[in-house]
């Protein structure tokens, strides 16, 4: 929004607020400012904002001066934390249409009870500003949610990728090598790579390519692996064929300043990935991979050879095709990276689709349980004689104190540019009558099952082996529990 229209908002709030605060109805204040009543309406609606002979007649009729009802800073105690969020960056940059959702309908809703609101709001706004949510955090949560509201499968997306192949003269069974990427990237765009650039810089380590704009040059970082060279290209493809006016130059991005360029970023991945992994060919995969009576690892790396991608790829591409074309809704997927002690472990990126599942991140610095398979993976890497090849792994997770259970798959890569750390990423599915229908090898009675948490801090679970700190959240809830028991008989005595 633009301050224009938060200026409208917030007299349209005003009004309204003062209007029913004087206990007047719109035909009542029309009879004392001489604005017709559907005039006033539509001021209410922020769809009319009065010239200044009109706002004096209002500001009379609702007993304040004209100063107070035009400042969008002088605003009455009991409604200032709504107002305050009509001008946060909530508002400014959370992508309301894109769910669907009315702005107007919003304050409409906030300004029949403000009062009843005000405490909950402003309990909010604290909550963002001691937590420093940025607006950043903003953004990366809606794209969650709206990855969710599609089932995370974009169908117009998998069209412009098939008028792509069409346009280029590509099958979907070619397997191009980077080279040939290049080549396409040249000669339909004319942009050159460039692989010096950014490791002439040692403060670029982390940055994995760059986009010159001017000189058409896209920058890849010397450390990428081939496969992680290949998706930049192919995101880079995207990004020209689609022809989007938010464009990210960086990644990872560094200045994520509105939800249209975090989305933009998302669709050119979600092209690379689906002009690497083909629909129909990663359908195939997946009855495939459905079909088999016993778990074989092999399987997921083979599947990487074959499309010559990241892991992070080939499991995220598999969050498109699951839930579109098998049913499989309930799923999540998350990226876990550790530090060679194998004591730290940070979650770097999830998704959830059709609710919130088990894992999830944690923000309050604690300790992920060390029974998943995505921790496991690393360390089962970081033990191996070569640290440098990929290790996949699954098992059952059915979570403490929960019927929730799922089936994870996960494949640990060491962390090219920081040699110090390894990643792993995971898809987890819902073990359900959906599953159990698609997967035979949910059988397999050498697929390992075991009971896991979400944390140590917050996990209950008795003589646990992979313990690594104490339950200080059970037991705080315990103590406390014991506080007011000890109080209680005191009604006793």
């Known amino acids: 929004m633009g301050t224009q229209e938060i200026i409208k908002l ?40 009065p010239k200044v002979e009109k706002i004096e007649n209002l500001a ?24 305050d969020l009509l001008q946060s960056d909530f508002f400014q940059h959370f992508p309301l249409d894109r769910f669907g959702i009315d702005l107007y309908k919003i304050i409409e809703i906030l300004s029949n009870e403000p009062e ?19 607006p950043s955090m903003f953004y990366l949560n809606a794209l969650r949610s709206y990855q ?42 004319q942009v050159s790579i460039n692989r010096d650039g950014l490791s ?9 390519s760059y986009y010159a704009q001017n000189s058409k040059i896209l920058f890849l970082n010397k450390g990428l692996t081939k496969a992680q060279e290949i998706f930049l290209i192919c995101r880079e493809l995207g990004l020209q064929f689609l022809k989007t006016d938010f464009r990210p130059t960086v990644m990872p991005i560094q200045d994520l300043n509105s939800f249209e360029k975090l989305l933009a970023n998302f669709k050119a991945s979600y092209f690379a990935a689906a002009l690497l992994i083909p629909e129909q060919e990663i359908i195939k995969d997946i009855r495939q991979l459905s079909q088999l009576a016993d778990w074989d690892k092999q399987i997921l790396l083979k599947f990487l050879k074959k499309y010559n991608v990241s892991p992070e790829t080939l499991l995220q591409r598999m969050t498109n095709i699951l839930p579109h074309h098998f049913g499989i809704n309930d799923l999540f997927f998350i990226r876990l990276l550790g530090h060679e002690s194998l004591k730290y472990f940070r979650m770097t990126k999830e998704l959830h689709l059709s609710q919130i599942h088990n ?65 792993s990423v ?26 896991v948490n979400t944390t140590c801090e917050r996990c209950a ?9 104490a339950p200080s959240q059970i037991q705080d809830e315990k103590s406390n529990k014991q506080l007011l028991l000890l109080l209680e008989t005191l009604d006793h005595k």
């Open 10 to 49: 917030i007299f349209s709030f005003k009004v309204k607020y003062l209007r029913l605060k004087n206990e007047l109805s719109l035909k009542e204040l029309s009879n004392n400012t001489g604005l017709s009543v559907s005039y006033l309406h539509d001021i209410e609606k922020a769809k009319k904002y």
């Open 60 to 83: 009379k009729a609702l007993g304040v001066d004209y100063d107070y009802l035009v400042s969008i800073h002088q605003i009455d105690k009991k409604i200032k934390p709504i107002a």
């Open 148 to 189: 969710d509201m599609q089932n995370n499968y974009f169908e117009d997306l998998e069209i412009n990728v098939n008028d792509f192949r069409k346009e280029v003269g590509l099958k979907a069974t070619d397997s191009l090598s980077i080279e040939n990427w290049e080549n396409l990237l040249l000669d339909y765009f």
């Open 116 to 134: 009843k609101v005000n405490a909950f709001i402003s309990t909010m706004m604290k909550l963002a500003r001691n937590y420093h949510v940025r």
């Open 359 to 423: 894992p999830y991140a944690s923000v309050a610095d604690e300790h992920y349980c060390r029974k998943w398979v995505s921790i496991n993976s690393i360390k089962k890497l970081r033990s191996s004689i070569d640290e440098t090849e990929l290790l996949a792994d699954a098992q059952i997770s059915q979570y403490y104190d929960t019927d929730n259970e799922y089936l994870c798959l996960s494949i640990a890569r060491p962390d090219t540019q920081n040699p110090k750390e390894s990643v």
């Open 461 to 469: 679970m008795p003589d646990c082996e992979a313990r690594v700190v």
């Open 426 to 451: 995971t898809i987890g599915l819902m073990v359900n009558d959906e599953l159990r229908k698609l997967i035979r090898f949910l059988n397999d009675p050498d697929l390992k099952k075991r009971t």
């Open 200 to 208: 002439e810089h040692k403060k670029l380590n982390n940055i994995r």
